[in-house]
């Protein structure tokens, strides 16, 4: 099955997100969560590129676009994380 670029990017973006809001939400008012929260999601956006990465090769496609995107949207869940991630907990505990 070949999905074309866009598809492909807008799947991983939107895989990118939710599972960057399950951390949040699963780390969230608990003691070192401030650290696990961007730590557990560079994990998975290391293994989410090797995984893009490795599909690409398998189904010959080309896969720089999907691992740009994925760069940058772990780039900014982390700037969302330090600048916005007290005010998003505190309305997350009301």
Do not use: C
């Amino acid at each position: 099955m070949k999905l074309n670029t866009t598809a492909r990017i807008i799947i991983s973006a939107i895989i990118s997100i939710l599972v960057f809001a399950l951390i949040f939400k699963k780390n969230n008012s608990v003691s070192g969560g401030d650290m696990v929260i961007p730590i557990f999601n560079f994990m998975f956006g290391i293994i989410q590129i090797i995984s893009i990465y490795i599909i690409g090769r398998i189904l010959k496609q080309s896969s720089n676009k999907v691992i740009l995107t994925i760069i940058l949207l772990q780039i900014i869940e982390f700037i969302i994380m330090i600048k916005f991630g007290y005010e998003i907990h505190q309305w997350i505990k009301k």
